[in-house]
């Protein structure tokens, strides 16, 4: 899958926004979306000074370049090599007052954060559907069955464009305009990094309306390195084949739910641990994420989530020092011990470990893992890790060698389930939890 590209190079006046100067500017876009612009404005080309907006028109489009990075800075000439380099029409060289025209132009050659391509006829900018091409590219592949709507044939992109639409699309059954699904989009990677098994971006965003391309985001990446993973193997959610229509037809109605819920801020920081999560290398790392995770989705739905290492803290002291203690003291200390009782996240665990096996990604033990995640969470999480770690070590000794490998993926696996059930709304009885393998990714 490619990245988006022109057909041919496009020349275009625009203005361009510097700081709270707005010239006119002569602009070149390659192929590859790199710019030449062109301003008659020497302190702007002395300093060289970007532009956070460059808007033009080209054909039947309105084009809105925004977020410029600099790449170089070349020379200067003269109008009139200036038009005949840019193929200037009569009418465009015209439309530039003659002041301008006698100046010497001067060129920055930059790269943009975000470009986008709007039809001028176009006044509604409410589409009917929406495509999303996924970065890294690799991860259009699990996400392709989960949204994708309608023909599984590529689509003719307009002729300024080259290739063909691969875009994963999907119904804008909540009328999103342009410019709310561009509020939306970043929730829409972050959810669905629980579904890919890794942080997400997008290089293009296309919303179509009768079949018609009517509005074109291409976005640039600017840390590819943010999105690597270094695992061989990651676990995350997924859906059974038998609900995904359901969840297709409801999709946009939960990323609105999400984006309108109270506690969206808080929801936005757990996707971001989820990130944390799918990016860590170590295995004691990925386990430490995963409870912390838990443990902050217990939190947000005000669940009961117990912790006995507290409670056997005290129990060692009063154990300890009970020769030493008054009657008093040890009395204190003793009415501070808490009786053990049932952990109301447990079930969620339990819940999230029966739909491991669906899709035969795992082998497990389920009674033998239950037993291990209570004890990992405890020792790991609340950071006894380093201290006594020998009745854990001899839990998963016991268990076969495939086990012992698959424990942290399968943890991540649980988690996801169980983020995709509070943060989604999902029931647990139509997810499955995946394992995925990430060497093959390519960047």
């Not at 305009?177 to 290089?203: C, E, H, N, Q, W």
Request: a neutral charge; charged letters at 25%; glycine letters at 4%.
């Amino acid at each position: 899958m490619k990245n988006l590209q022109l057909s041919r190079e496009i020349n275009f006046i625009g203005n361009a926004l510097f700081g709270n100067n707005r010239p006119q500017t002569l602009v070149r876009m390659h192929t590859n979306f790199e710019l030449d612009v062109f301003v008659t404005d020497l302190h702007i080309y002395a300093n060289l000074e970007l532009p956070t907006i460059i808007e033009g028109e080209f054909e039947d489009w309105i084009i809105k370049v925004q977020r410029c990075l600099r790449i170089a800075s070349v020379g200067f000439c003269d109008f009139s090599k200036l038009a005949e380099s840019l193929d200037l029409k009569a009418n465009q060289t015209e439309s530039i007052p003659a002041t301008y025209r006698e100046k010497d132009w001067y060129q920055l050659t930059m790269r943009a954060e975000a470009i986008d391509f709007t039809k001028s006829a176009w006044k509604e900018s409410v589409p009917e559907e929406w495509g999303i091409i996924f970065y890294p590219q690799d991860s259009n592949r699990p996400l392709y069955n989960l949204l994708h709507q309608g023909s599984r044939d590529s689509r003719q992109l307009p002729r300024i464009f080259a290739g063909v639409d691969p875009s994963i699309y999907f119904k804008n059954r909540q009328s999103w305009t342009v410019a709310s699904m561009l509020d939306r989009i970043r929730l829409i990677t972050s959810t669905l990094i629980l579904f890919a098994g890794s942080p997400l971006s997008y290089s293009s965003l296309i919303g179509r309306k009768d079949r018609d391309v009517k509005f074109i985001r291409v976005n640039f990446i600017s840390n590819p390195n943010l999105f690597v993973c270094p695992s061989s193997f990651n676990g995350h959610a997924y859906i059974v084949d038998s609900a995904l229509d359901d969840f297709q037809a409801n999709f946009t109605r939960m990323i609105d739910s999400i984006f309108n819920d109270g506690d969206r801020e808080k929801i936005s920081i757990i996707l971001s641990y989820f990130k944390e999560l799918y990016t860590a290398l170590h295995e004691e790392t990925r386990l430490a994420f995963s409870f912390q995770l838990m443990e902050a989705l217990a939190h947000l739905k005000k669940i009961n989530i117990k912790n006995p290492l507290k409670n056997k803290i005290k129990q060692d002291l009063l154990k300890k020092f009970s020769k030493a203690l008054c009657p008093t003291c040890y009395a204190l200390i003793s009415s501070e011990l808490k009786p053990e009782k049932t952990d109301d996240f447990d079930q969620y665990i339990e819940k999230a470990l029966d739909v491991v096996g669906i899709q035969n990604n795992f082998t497990l033990n389920p009674t033998s893992v239950k037993k291990i995640v209570k004890k990992y969470r405890n020792e790991v999480f609340h950071g006894n890790f380093f201290e006594d770690m020998g009745p854990i070590d001899q839990m998963i000794d016991a268990l076969p060698q495939e086990y012992r490998e698959d424990l942290p993926v399968l943890l991540q696996a649980v988690t996801s389930v169980i983020g995709v059930h509070f943060l989604i709304g999902l029931d647990f009885h139509i997810l499955a939890a995946l394992k995925r393998d990430m060497r093959a990714r390519h960047h």
